[in-house]
């Protein structure tokens, strides 16, 4: 019906940078609010960032000013562009959206996830 597929994820050292992209295909009519969650091991998952269809944008206290979200409402992707990263931003981090879907019903729909590993 709807998918969502994370990429970008990987192995950084501390102070570095990473950009996530999100890409949401399938039987979408529009997206309302896009969002990155993360989840590292014993810990729940947790709100990173969240962005309105109209752009604007809320984050988690322990990101505020390195980490920034975006979106393109025209090929239905959100990106999580992620500067001077820590160790403790260590986690599997999530995509979520909000879909209308062509049959004109709302979901909530999530990706698979991708690993991001800051080394200290």
């Known amino acids: 019906q709807v998918q969502l597929v994370e990429s970008g994820g990987g192995l950084v050292q501390s102070g570095g940078s990473l950009t996530l992209s999100c890409a949401a295909s399938?039987?979408?009519?529009?997206?309302?609010?896009m969002y990155w969650y993360r989840q590292d091991p014993g810990n729940q998952r947790e709100l990173v960032a969240q962005i309105t269809r109209g752009g604007s944008t809320n984050y988690a206290d322990s990101v505020k000013g390195r980490f920034t979200i975006s979106r393109d409402n025209a090929k239905n992707t959100v990106r999580l562009q992620m500067n001077s990263l820590k160790p403790e931003d260590t986690a599997v981090y999530y995509c979520?959206?909000?879909?209308?879907?062509?049959?004109?019903?709302?979901?909530?729909?999530w990706g698979q996830g991708t690993q991001v590993t800051v080394s200290s």
């Open positions: 979520r959206a909000v879909v209308v879907t062509t049959a004109r019903s709302q979901y909530i729909f």
């Open positions: 399938g039987s979408i009519f529009s997206i309302n609010d």
